[in-house]
């Protein structure tokens, strides 16, 4: 895919950090390359948003928390209403957080501060927080179609996943089904593949997965 720069070119710099030139123009291309798909066709693409060494090394964090028990069954619903239920959702999740002072959950967060202050700046998107879980779907697990944003909660705005399936083929399944007005767009959740939509907007599904299949989901917020 090409994504033009054509959207941001005053945008130049990011306050307060002062990477090597090369890597920064490389993460701002990914960062546009995901910005302008989205402004195209309501669901932004890019296909390196990670980087391959990070992603291989989140998808091995990943992996490590698995086999020591760390993840639990993802639930429905906020706080007000939470339920757990097999039959719509089947991923196992781990809440990533800055406090567990992990160095790669630390770069992750680090690259995701980046990704919002360009895009508050380029967007006005007034991005005030984001929530990102580790998600682990078994063999012969599925998300079915759903929304991302709460009735009681509108403080998703954008839905962000990102998947860690260095060897995803279409025997594996697994896929995300996005619902548009008129078209489904399906998804492989291939490593390095970076999705982003707003979270009140589409509806989407996890089909039927026949390999483990590994991502991070998230939600910038607002409010
Ligand atoms: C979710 C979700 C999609 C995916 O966790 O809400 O829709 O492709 N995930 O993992
Ligand atoms: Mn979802």
Redesign the pocket.
């Known amino acids: 895919m090409s994504c033009s720069l054509k959207l941001k070119p005053y945008l130049t710099h990011l306050q307060g950090f002062t990477p090597c030139r090369t890597q920064s123009k490389l993460l701002h291309e990914q960062f546009d390359c995901l910005i302008d798909s989205f402004i195209a066709d309501k669901v932004g693409l890019s296909d390196d948003f990670l980087g391959e060494q990070l992603a291989s090394q989140l998808k091995a964090h990943l992996i490590d928390l698995y086999a020591g028990q760390q993840f639990h069954s993802a639930g429905i619903g906020n706080q007000e209403v939470h339920h757990k239920d097999q039959s719509t959702r089947g991923d196992q999740i781990y809440w990533l957080d800055r406090q567990h002072h992990h160095p790669l959950e630390t770069s992750f967060f680090d690259l995701m501060d980046r990704f919002v202050l360009y895009l508050n700046q380029s967007c006005y998107t007034g991005i005030s927080g984001y929530e990102f879980h580790y998600?682990l779907y078994e063999k012969g697990s599925f998300?079915k179609r759903h929304l991302?944003q709460f009735r009681s909660d509108k403080s998703r705005a954008f839905s962000m996943?990102l998947y860690l399936n260095e060897l995803w083929v279409p025997e594996d399944g697994g896929e995300?089904c996005i619902y548009h007005s008129d078209h489904v767009q399906t998804i492989a959740?291939l490593s390095g593949q970076c999705v982003f939509f707003k979270s009140s907007e589409l509806e989407?599904e996890?089909l039927l997965t026949q390999a483990p299949r590994m991502?991070i989901?998230g939600w910038l917020k607002v409010g």
């Open positions: 998600a998300y991302d996943i995300l959740p989407h996890v991502s989901t």
